[in-house]
């Protein structure tokens, strides 16, 4: 199935990694959607134009020859934007990217939103989204119907203005806000949790998994992380806000941890925790965290342990394809007698992908709802 841009071309998508399995398409009803109200709504010629959280690269290839900025979260869908680009015979630059963590330069006269899976992630971009519209712009937010709770409509009006909905259409709904600049209140402070065994003190952020308390399944991997005075070297691949990699790197205080994310806003957390618990610079150099494709860019058979705590969505789409693909990343990472380390919920059976990728697998704790389980790279 072809996507059409804004002049009528059928163009060719993908999400990344290219060709992964699942079947999946690179955009969906709600794109459509923010597209066609983008030509109904938008001003006349020439809108500085905004993409925010566009998740592959959708929107900025239908709208490229408008010159927009895109706004987003995900390395993954910054490098599927790229290979988009590419792939559609645009030049690389014809739609620049910047991370959320950024602010792009405004102002801007039109924004299209893809609604994202947490409200607090949601209400944090608006808050960050205002000082860059001029007064009076308009702002397109999209979602599937499903994913879209009645709070998403209400906070797009609350932090920009009047939002009216349109009806549903193929199951997907968008709100056009005009911005008027609205009276808002502090934005309320991210939760904070302790973990009193490791002294660390952790603090959350919009849209970062773990929102601000310990995860479960962290918990129960916690009980087996190793605590040893060996110069060994890890990584916490799919770190959040950091708890797996400054929890190793408080009990191992030679060890090399890398905590890496593909999302923008975890790897800020994760950062900013790492400075709020290892203050000391030496000690604070034997972590880095990074935003990456996963392990993609580590040196082969150069890593001693791998932690992981896998997420099993794709946006809204339940997949485990993610965490396939990092289990092989592990693997390829690991020098043999590596360690893979990985929990996750009891159901998605990640112990037969083990199985398949390493060739073994070892049960190691378990509760009513997670599963421990470890993998040792043989050769």
């Known amino acids: 199935m072809a996507w059409l841009d804004i002049d009528g071309h059928e163009r060719e998508l993908d999400r990344w990694p290219q060709g992964a399995p699942g079947g999946l398409l690179a955009w969906d009803a709600a794109d459509e959607y923010l597209v066609g109200q983008w030509r109904a709504l938008a001003p006349g010629a020439g809108p500085r134009l905004l ?9 900025a ?3 490229a020859p408008m010159r927009p900025v895109s706004w987003g979260d995900s390395h993954l869908g910054h490098l599927a934007l790229a290979a988009n680009l590419a792939r559609c015979g645009l030049p690389a630059d014809a739609v620049p990217f910047v991370p959320s963590v950024d602010i792009p330069a405004g102002p801007f006269d039109v924004a299209l939103v893809r609604l994202p899976k947490a ?8 808050r960050r989204l205002r000082p860059v519209l ?6 397109l937010a999209g979602g599937m119907i499903k994913h879209t709770p009645t709070r998403a409509w209400r906070l797009l009006e609350q932090c920009l203005g009047p939002a009216p909905t349109t009806p549903g259409w193929k199951k997907a709904r968008v709100g056009a806000a005009t911005f008027t600049s609205p009276p808002l ?6 939760p904070a949790y302790a973990v009193p065994g490791d002294q660390l003190e952790l603090r959350g952020a919009p849209g970062v998994f773990g929102g601000g308390h310990l995860d ?7 009980r087996h992380l190793p605590r040893a005075d ?8 799919g770190c959040g806000d950091g708890i797996l990699a400054l929890a190793l790197a408080r009990r191992c205080p030679r060890a090399l941890v890398l905590a890496v994310d593909e999302s923008h806003r975890a790897a800020a957390c994760a950062a900013a925790n790492l400075d709020r618990n290892f203050p000391q610079p030496d000690e604070a150099a034997r972590v880095t965290v990074a935003v990456a494709d996963g392990l993609a860019d580590v040196a082969p058979g150069s890593l001693d342990l791998v932690l992981c705590n896998p997420p099993f969505h794709q946006g809204h789409a339940v997949s485990d394809v993610a965490a396939a693909r990092l ?3 592990a693997l390829a990472a690991l020098r043999p007698g590596g360690r893979l380390l990985v929990v996750g919920n009891r159901h998605l059976g990640h112990h037969a992908k083990l199985d398949r990728l390493f060739g073994n697998h070892e049960l190691v704790d378990g509760d009513g709802r997670f599963v421990v389980v470890a993998a040792t790279r043989r050769d």
């Open 51 to 59: 993409l925010v959280d566009d998740h592959w690269g959708a929107l």
């Open 61 to 63: 290839v239908a709208l």
């Open 119 to 126: 409200l607090d992630a949601l209400e944090d971009t608006l």
């Open 134 to 139: 001029r007064e009076g712009a308009l702002v």
């Open 185 to 190: 209140g502090p934005p309320v402070a991210p």
């Open 216 to 222: 479960g399944g962290a918990a129960l991997l916690l």
């Open 230 to 237: 060996e110069a060994l070297t890890a990584a916490d691949l």
């Open 327 to 329: 289990f092989a990343q």
